[in-house]
């Protein structure tokens, strides 16, 4: 049984179209990164802590016959010129506008960590994905974060949707930059199932 911890649509649409069969049930945790935590270091540690919360939760279905795996992930965008500057999802229009201000004529960074937990195991990585942004005029940005679309994303931009005008070239995985590097996953997913390893 795959669970996935996660409320993101992005990344329940993702696993559908890659064809795994999933229940959903996001954990609620503290996201704060840790004193001088690197972006890396801290999309892994969420990630494995929403998957290792989800699983306690639901500890109790785990059997020989159907084993709990739970896959949980969390996406940030870091401003490398910005002495890695963390970008999670804006609290409101005008921390929207100022990330989108901030991304605008620059290359960024696309970090999900990912974590497999099943009862036996914790495999965990990180996508890396560079992203490079044109130079965007603030009317546009003013009139993106009007419509609400980047209030709920990363960086305050979703690349599958109207910012990927301003989007001239990505180095990596697009899907991660969609929310979820499914062949990671998949990955994932196999090493944490495989028989006779610890």
Known sequence: MLILASASPRR????TQAGLTFEVQAADLDETPLPDEAAAAYVQRLAVEKAQAVHKLNAHRDTPEDPLIVLAADTTVVVIAETDRILGKPAHAAEAEEM???????????????????????????????????????????AYVATGHPLDKAGAYGIQGYAARWIPRIEGDYYNVVGLPIARVVALLAEAIAPGVK
Request: hydrophobic share 45%; net charge negative; charged share 20%.
């Open 100 to 142: 989108l201000t901030l991304l605008s004529g620059r290359t960024h960074a696309v970090m999900t960590g990912v974590a497999a937990v099943t009862s036996q195991r914790v495999c965990s990585d990180v996508e890396i994905t560079q992203v490079t942004f044109n130079l965007i005029k603030p009317d546009e940005i003013a």
């Open 12 to 15: 329940r649409e993702l696993l």
